[in-house]
């Protein structure tokens, strides 16, 4: 099993949605950068549960930091932090039944039933958290040397909202405006939330879930950072957004629809503004060329599908006495994960970010900035 990510700037995620703690270690962070605890906590309350929209399982998350941090910055070895399992309910699994959609059987498979199987263990979108208060460390070193990142809801079932800006500076208000938002606001930056609660809230009425696109901006990246192959700004991106359990498609700039224009529609026209700045017309490669950022911002999607979760009853196996049986998911689970998701698409994509800009520059960019 392989739990880190990274090269330069790496993160490595441990713990079970029903064991004693979760938590991560952040390794590679240079010293002196300042880590504020009130936005940590501000981040993971953005992906605590608030209302009938989302699962009525509640976690404080009142996570501690055990090294790495000193006097409110980082002293350069490796921070790691705890996050207690305070509210559980293990009594809700019945092992050997598979919920279809979640992972209950490959873990059987692949760990010769050693796996801890409680709320989907190791597999749950409850280590999720961990990522999230490591990422409210990592969007902190970034929004230090002028990078920032912001996720909306670009469509939940067949609802939907507008789309990010093409120009930099529209795009960078529109992230402002998504993070200045308190933690139980859907995040869109039209008015059509009142659409997608009622969407969820019907999903939900109906014992179903209901799932969504999520698309994602990062602005303030310059250009010539990344990598023409493996390591490409778009590989190293769908790398750490598959791993996120919901995520089952992902697509940069104009994405899919891109096959459907020619070439003359499709190339994004590189222009000089009056300050001497390169920029691109359109935005349809996502701000990326050649798997190099081109100084636009990098914008891509994220398809996250239903909860597997869900009240009606389906047909299942039992692995354990090899039959075919029937099931109804009991425990505590969101009808739709989009809104929880886009902090957590927010802290994956930092972590690529430091990561790659680490590889460009060195450790210490982010206390000396990009030059």
């Known amino acids: 099993m392989k739990n880190t990510f990274g090269n330069n700037i790496s993160l490595t995620l441990f713990g079970e949605s029903h064991g004693e703690a979760i938590g991560a270690v952040i390794d590679g962070l240079c010293a002196g950068i300042e880590v504020d605890e009130e936005y940590i906590k501000n981040q993971l309350s953005k992906r605590r549960p608030s209302g009938n929209t989302d699962t009525p399982r509640v976690e404080m998350d009142e996570y501690k930091i055990v090294s790495g941090v000193f006097n409110g910055k980082t002293t350069g070895t490796p921070?790691?932090?705890?996050?207690?399992?305070?509210?559980?309910?293990?009594?809700?699994?019945?092992?050997?039944?598979?919920?279809?959609?979640?992972?209950?059987?490959?873990?059987?498979?692949?760990?010769?039933?050693?796996?801890?199987?409680?709320?989907?263990?190791?597999?749950?979108?409850?280590?999720?958290?961990?990522?999230?208060?490591?990422?409210?460390?990592?969007?902190?070193a970034l929004k230090g040397i002028g990078v920032k990142i912001g996720t909306h809801i670009l469509s939940c079932g067949k609802e939907s909202d507008v789309s990010f800006s093409v120009a930099s500076c529209d795009v960078e208000r529109e992230i402002d405006k998504l993070n200045?938002?308190?933690?139980?606001?859907?995040?869109?930056?039209?008015?059509?939330?009142?659409?997608?609660?009622?969407?969820?809230?019907?999903?939900s009425k109906n014992?179903?879930?209901i799932g969504g696109v999520l698309q994602t901006a990062i602005v303030g990246m310059p250009a010539g950072v990344g990598d023409p192959w493996f390591d490409?700004?778009?590989?190293?991106?769908?790398?750490?957004?598959f791993s996120l359990g919901g995520v089952k498609g992902v697509e940069f700039g104009s994405g899919f629809e891109m096959s459907k224009m020619y070439g003359s529609q499709a190339n994004d026209v590189f222009r000089y503004?009056?300050?001497?700045?390169?920029?691109?017309?359109?935005?349809?490669?996502?701000?990326?060329?050649?798997?190099?950022?081109?100084?636009?911002?990098?914008?891509?999607?994220?398809?996250?599908?239903?909860?597997?979760?869900?009240?009606?009853?389906?047909?299942?196996?039992?692995?354990i006495n090899k039959t075919n049986t029937q099931l109804e998911v009991k425990g505590r689970h969101d009808p739709a994960i989009v809104r929880r998701a886009c902090v957590v698409v927010d802290?994956?994509?930092?972590?690529?970010?430091?990561?790659?800009?680490?590889?460009?520059?060195?450790?210490?960019?982010?206390?000396?900035?990009?030059?």
Request: charged content about 20%; some cysteine.
């Open 207 to 209: 014992k179903d879930s």
């Open 232 to 241: 490409s700004v778009e590989s190293m991106l769908s790398h750490v957004l």
């Open 79 to 140: 921070i790691a932090i705890i996050i207690p399992n305070t509210n559980t309910n293990s009594k809700a699994y019945n092992y050997g039944i598979a919920r279809p959609s979640h992972a209950d059987y490959t873990a059987y498979v692949k760990y010769d039933g050693c796996e801890d199987y409680r709320g989907g263990g190791h597999f749950s979108g409850r280590i999720t958290a961990a990522l999230v208060c490591a990422g409210a460390i990592l969007l902190q």
């Open 347 to 371: 802290s994956a994509s930092a972590l690529v970010m430091c990561d790659l800009l680490a590889s460009a520059y060195g450790t210490g960019v982010f206390k000396r900035g990009i030059k």
């Open 273 to 319: 503004d009056e300050k001497g700045q390169v920029y691109t017309e359109t935005n349809n490669n996502g701000g990326i060329n050649g798997g190099i950022t081109n100084g636009m911002p990098i914008v891509f999607n994220s398809a996250i599908k239903p909860t597997p979760s869900i009240g009606k009853m389906q047909e299942t196996i039992d692995f």
């Open 180 to 203: 200045a938002r308190v933690c139980d606001a859907i995040p869109f930056l039209s008015d059509c939330s009142d659409k997608i609660r009622e969407a969820i809230n019907n999903a």
